[in-house]
């Protein structure tokens, strides 16, 4: 799994704007380090669950990460570090929302949402490498669309497992974290632009020095 990492973290080539992760040492980019890094961040975000009445899918911070590491690390490393936070809860490692881990957790109720992860990350770092994320605009729309990826895999994941009808499974599944979400992406919005700011003032500054 290791090797897997670190190879596709060599073979992310920039074919448009660098992204966030490539002003950093590439030492971290070259051996997968950010890779492993984002799938962490991913756990860690995965703790934070609230539960919905109703719902078998709860309120998690999971997606924040999922986005805003895919927007650092661009399209291949990206959806990468998804697979690999997948790969360490399905074979046992307690990753996912509230500490879950195993199968019957990743391909429950809510498994569409998990395996739209990495669908989802491809799209926001696609996004970011055509620089998408240095502008507030573009990166709301960014994470629009890439909710939209996770909400409709999710959902229809949600429908089929559960026998939901479309409107039941709207409900349940989308209509319920429409706030949460529409909030990170205002974050993402100030942070992304920002972070972008403070790269360029960096590598301003190794130049003159």
């Known amino acids: 799994m290791v090797l897997m990492t670190a190879s596709i973290a060599t073979i992310d080539t920039p074919l448009g704007r660098p992204v966030l992760a490539e002003t950093l040492p590439r030492v971290l980019t070259r051996t997968g380090a950010t890779i492993m890094m984002a799938a962490a961040l991913t756990a860690l ?3 934070v669950a609230i539960p919905v009445p109703g719902s078998p899918v709860p309120i998690t911070g999971q997606t924040f990460a999922v986005l805003l590491t895919a927007a650092a690390l661009g399209p291949a490393r990206g ?4 697979v690999l ?7 046992g490692l307690p990753v996912l929302a509230g500490a879950a881990h195993g199968p019957a957790a990743m391909f429950g109720a809510s498994g569409g949402y998990l395996i739209a992860f990495p669908v989802a990350a491809a799209v926001v770092g696609y996004g970011a490498r055509r620089g998408a994320d240095r502008s507030p605009a573009l990166t709301l729309l960014l994470f629009g669309v890439a909710s939209v990826v996770i909400y409709l895999i999710g959902t229809v994941w949600l429908c089929l497992d559960t026998g939901m009808s479309a409107s039941a499974g709207f409900a349940a599944g989308v209509r319920p974290f429409l706030p949460g ?3 990170k992406a205002l974050l993402a919005a100030g942070l992304l632009p920002a972070a972008w700011r403070v790269a360029a003032r960096g ?3 190794r130049f003159q020095d």
Do not use: F, K, S, W
Not at 85 to 91: D, E, K, N, R, T
């Open 45 to 47: 975000a995965a703790q």
């Open 85 to 91: 936070y997948l790969v360490l809860g399905a074979v």
């Open 203 to 205: 590598i301003t500054e």
């Open 181 to 183: 979400d529409a909030a």
């Open 79 to 82: 959806a990468a570090a998804q």
